[in-house]
């Protein structure tokens, strides 16, 4: 797995983006995708500077058509728009969640790898009240699980765009 593959894969596994699964290197018919959410049959791409090469796009065209005419959206991002732009790559993610139908819950929280914060851990016993149910962080109130290791640090948790 690239840098950017891990970037994104941090904030799409586990459910921590808006409580959606996603997998990740999953085959459709004779492709592999990079990231899928098969709940809303949503496909996305990430792609070096190879595949601005004539050869590589019209590979990525025929992929795309096979893809989409199976059924599937696919979002393509080049690595330096998650490298330099990562909210409002997760944005157009969400976005084409929702325009795929699928119903979000409106307080859903991600993570952010280069924010540092993530969502709590009831494996490790964060996120639970003294009784042990389960208590939704407010990422308004800092609340939530500081990543462990020193890679990523901040203050702030990636918040997906508000739709009306």
Same mark, same amino acid.
């Given at each position: ?27 459709? @018919? ?70 795929? @139908? ?5 307080? @859903? ?17 964060? @996120? ?37």
């Amino acid at each position: 797995m690239t840098d950017v593959e891990r970037k994104l894969w941090y904030a799409l596994r586990a459910q921590r983006f808006a409580s959606v699964k996603f997998r990740r290197q999953v085959p459709i @018919g004779p492709y592999i995708v990079d990231f899928l959410c098969n709940a809303a049959k949503l496909v996305i791409e990430l792609d070096g500077g190879q595949h601005n090469e004539t050869e590589h796009r019209q590979r990525d065209e025929i992929r795309d058509v096979y893809l989409t005419n199976d059924g599937y959206r696919v979002l393509r991002f080049w690595n330096f728009e998650i490298n330099s732009q990562f909210s409002a790559c997760m944005d157009r993610i969400y976005l084409a969640l929702i325009e795929q @139908g699928l119903p979000l819950e409106a307080s @859903g929280i991600a993570a952010d790898p280069s924010s540092g914060r993530w969502p709590p851990s009831p494996a490790r016993g964060e @996120g639970s009240d003294e009784s042990g149910s389960y208590v939704s962080p407010s990422p308004l109130a800092g609340e939530g699980g500081q990543r462990p290791d020193e890679k990523f640090k901040s203050d702030t948790f990636y918040s997906p765009v508000s739709v009306q």
